[in-house]
Antibody, heavy 116, light 108 residues
Framework: EVQLVESGGGLVQPGGSLRLSCAAS????????MSWVRQAPGKGLEWVAN????????YYVDSVKGRFTFSRDNAKNSVYLQMNSLRADDTAVYYC?????????WGQGTLVTVSS | SYELTQPPSVSVSPGQTARITCSGD??????AYWYQQKSGQAPVLVIY???KRPSGIPERFSGSSSGTMAALSISGAQVEDEADYYC???????????FGGGTKLTVL
């Protein structure tokens, strides 16, 4: 069964850091672009970042550029989102997505809350 | 940055055709994708590459695109189709993505 399982969400203070993980199973992980998409409470979907199959290229929405880092470990079938300098408007459910717009699969999401 | 524009809401009676539009300057060059999201659930892709329907998606869902506008149509809409619908496309040589603001479909 194709599956993506996110973890690492939680409550963090403004200015703090958090690292999200997404573990993949049931498919050949290394051949797919991966993405993060987030959704603030009661709001719409927002594309956050993409990473190439070998991790050599990453692309970010302007609002997280310089604060978030998207990485992957193909040996562990996992991707990671390191989030620094977190702000209240980063509060959202973060979804890990395989091949967004293609042969895609979504995780169930992990909630990140930035609040003092 | 690039934006996709959707109407905030669309309302139809059961059995009617619902049409949700998505406008964006780069849609003539890049495909549109459509997602259905029900409350508390992850989004589900219902249309990809403007007009294609993934396996398992009912035939009443169809997509079209002309110029700077893409559209999702649901013919014979059912109460179970009530959901938020989002269009999605790419830009910057396909390296960046963008979602529309979402459209709440009411079937009653």
């Amino acid at each position: 069964e194709v599956q993506l399982v996110e973890s690492g969400g939680g409550l963090v203070q403004p200015g703090g850091s958090l690292r999200l993980s997404c573990a993949a199973s049931g498919f050949t992980f290394s051949i797919y672009w991966m993405s993060w998409v987030r959704q603030a409470p009661g709001k719409g979907l927002e594309w956050v970042a993409n990473i190439k199959q070998d991790g050599s290229e990453q692309y970010y929405v302007d609002s997280v550029k310089g604060r978030f880092t998207f990485s992957r470990d193909n040996a562990k079938n996992s991707v990671y989102l390191q989030m620094n300098s977190l702000r209240a408007d980063d509060t959202a459910v973060y979804y890990c997505v395989r091949a967004l717009g293609g042969n895609e699969t979504w995780g169930q999401g992990t909630l990140v809350t930035v609040s003092s | 940055s690039y934006e996709l524009t959707q109407p905030p809401s669309v309302s139809v009676s059961p059995g009617q055709t619902a049409r949700i539009t998505c406008s964006g300057d780069l849609l003539p060059k890049n495909y549109a994708y459509w997602y259905q999201q029900k409350s508390g659930q992850a989004p589900v892709l219902v249309i990809y590459e403007d007009t294609k329907r993934p396996s398992g998606i009912p035939e009443r869902f169809s997509g079209s695109s002309s110029g700077t506008m893409a559209a999702l149509s649901i013919s014979g809409a059912q109460v179970e189709d009530e959901a938020d619908y989002y269009c999605y496309s790419i830009y910057n040589s396909g390296h960046h993505g963008v979602f529309g603001g979402g459209t709440k479909l009411t079937v009653l």
